[in-house]
């Protein structure tokens, strides 16, 4: 029953955006390394940008954005919070990097924009 309720209650809890904001598709032209670059077309490409794909322990597949400053000083993993997605994000990250000199890495939870998954929600009680 937990199971339930905590799907149930994660659908009322977190809204990700319907439809997702953005898609995820390869780039024309192919990357050397044999697979292609993942690219998003709906926000601006950039050469300091990876879009990656990323699987988790549970075998969901989660959408990642790892945004490269070109002396960077540290790497920031952002979490974003609910009822966004990476599409809504990426300016964000992009000026993140760019003010604050570093890398920024900020992903999509499952469930959330491209990422594929149920959400869930995870809660004690006392």
């Keep these: 029953m937990g199971g339930v309720t905590s799907s149930i209650a994660a ?3 977190f809204f990700p955006p319907q439809p997702p904001s953005y898609t995820v598709v390869a780039a024309e032209g192919g990357a050397d390394s044999g697979s292609p670059r993942l690219v998003i077309p709906e926000v601006p490409m950039k050469d300091n940008v990876d879009v990656l794909r990323l699987r988790t322990r549970r075998g969901n597949e989660i959408v990642a954005v790892y945004i490269k400053y070109h002396r960077p000083t540290s790497t920031m993993l952002y979490s974003h919070g609910n009822a966004a997605d990476l599409g809504q994000m990426f300016e964000l990250f992009v000026e ?4 604050l000199r570093l890398n920024v890495m900020g992903y999509d939870y499952s469930g959330y924009g491209q990422s594929t998954g149920k959400l869930y929600l ?5």
């Design 11 to 13: 659908k009322f809890a």
């Design 122 to 126: 995870y809660y004690t009680t006392f």
């Design 96 to 99: 993140l990097s760019n003010r």
